[in-house]
């Protein structure tokens, strides 16, 4: 069942065209990661789904509801994490969290508390004495107390610590297990990497590639590690790249395709240790920006 749906959305500003034809789906139950670098598009791609802004040509849907007309019925099932929340100052963290949480009436008895308990927020104290990262958490409680069927999250852990992180991991890994949905933009690959089960890369407002970790692992190098008895050139063979010698050690890239038949040439030359590790979404992320020429 499709939770969520963009179909060939366009967004222009004048000349500038912020998204050309981006299409995503996100399924019920699924975790679905939204990365690429500020300005490609993420944010614009949001506030479309969330009705704050409208697209120029194509078709967003949440519920199979037209995320521009139907936004008021559309905000009754789903929970919103900015990246930069502002909170109003001379409220305190638990009145705030209450006043969200009221505004959709769909709470999970006792977890208001609970969640208070584990992102470690102080609730008594007005949130103009906050830390970015304690408003930060002022969000995420609020979001992860409703039994919201789609979350929103667009860089919900910017400013949290590496503890708090892994308690947001945790309720996205919860949510998860109760059938709900995310969708999560973030530029913390090692975070999309351990939570989605999908994802989709923009670049300059175009989905330049989308599937599973593993369909996407395709795309990339495995780093290989190793030291022979006799010793090894690499200079000139295919699919091998970016080779760096520290002593007896070589360290290299290898084109997936490729990995078998370097292996086998390696191994003609007395394998004395060896080390392989997949790609990792970081190294995917790179692969495509730096192929592209950008920075």
Same mark, same amino acid.
């Given at each position: 069942?499709?939770?969520?749906?963009v179909e060939n959305v366009t967004k222009r500003f004048g000349n500038f065209v912020a998204l050309d034809k981006i299409n995503l789906e996100v399924k019920k139950g699924e975790v679905y990661g939204f990365i690429g670098p500020?300005?490609?598009g993420k944010t614009t791609t949001i506030r479309i789904l969330l009705g704050i802004l409208k697209a120029t040509e194509g078709r967003a849907e949440i519920f199979g509801l037209d995320a521009w007309n139907e936004a008021v019925k559309i905000h009754q099932n789903i929970a919103y994490v900015p990246g930069d929340v502002n909170l109003w100052p001379n409220l305190t963290g638990g009145e705030v969290i209450d006043l969200f949480v009221s505004l959709r009436g769909n709470v999970v008895k006792n977890r208001r508390d609970e969640l208070i308990d584990r992102f470690d927020l102080d609730p008594t104290k007005k949130c103009g004495t906050y830390s970015k990262g304690n408003r930060q958490k002022v969000a995420l409680i609020a979001a992860f107390a409703?039994?919201?069927?789609?979350y929103i999250l667009d860089e919900p852990t910017s400013g949290l610590? !590496?503890?708090?992180?892994?308690?947001?991991?945790e309720?996205?890994?919860?949510?998860?297990?109760e059938g709900k949905s995310v969708l999560?933009?973030?530029?913390?690959?090692s975070e999309v990497e351990k939570l989605c089960d999908k994802v989709s890369i923009i670049r300059q407002g175009k989905i330049i590639e989308s599937g599973t970790i593993k369909e996407l692992r395709h795309l990339t190098r495995t780093n290989v590690k190793v030291v022979t008895k006799q010793p090894l050139s690499l200079t000139d063979i295919k699919g091998v790249y970016?080779?760096?010698a520290v002593e007896d050690e070589i360290s290299f890239q290898v084109d997936n395709e490729r990995l078998g038949e370097v292996i086998k040439y390696i191994s003609e030359y007395e394998i004395l240790a060896?080390?392989?590790? !997949?790609p990792t979404l970081e190294d995917l992320f790179m692969h495509h920006y730096q192929e592209r020429g950008d920075d």
């Open positions: 069942m499709t939770v969520l749906r500020n300005g490609a409703q039994n919201a069927d789609l610590d !590496p503890l708090m992180e892994r308690v947001f991991q309720c996205i890994r919860e949510v998860k297990d999560l933009s973030s530029h913390i690959l970016d080779i760096q060896l080390e392989s590790k !997949p």
